[in-house]
Nanobody, 115 residues
């Protein structure tokens, strides 16, 4: 059974940094497309970043240059490093695993950017 669990959310001041992690069990992240999405309060869920199974990365314009999505193969985990955080980054952040056999979401982790 494939499972995806996010952790690392919390409260951070504007301009601060935070790293979210997405731990995968039941398959290797090397075989998967791993994506991050976020859902601000009262708004729809939007795509943030992706790392493909070949290691290629892509980012939404709103986070490009501030967020870095990377794989830790030894831990079978994907990490989203978020720098220069803004209040508009406040959202529940979700990790999504996609393979030909699976399309699995995590439960989400809250990130709040506020002074």
């Amino acid at each position: 059974q494939v499972q995806v669990v996010e952790f690392g959310g919390g409260l951070v001041q504007p301009g601060g940094s935070l790293t979210l992690s997405c731990a995968v069990s039941g398959t290797s992240i090397l075989f998967a497309q791993m994506a991050w999405y976020r859902q601000p309060p009262g708004k729809q869920r939007n795509w943030v970043a992706t790392v493909e199974n070949n290691g290629a990365t892509s980012y939404a314009d709103s986070v490009k240059g501030r967020f870095t999505n990377s794989r830790d193969v030894a831990k079978n985990t994907v990490n989203l490093r978020m720098n220069s955080l803004k209040p508009d980054d406040t959202a529940v952040y979700y990790c999504k695993l996609t393979t030909p056999q699976h399309n699995t979401w995590g439960q989400g982790t809250q990130v709040t950017v506020s002074s």
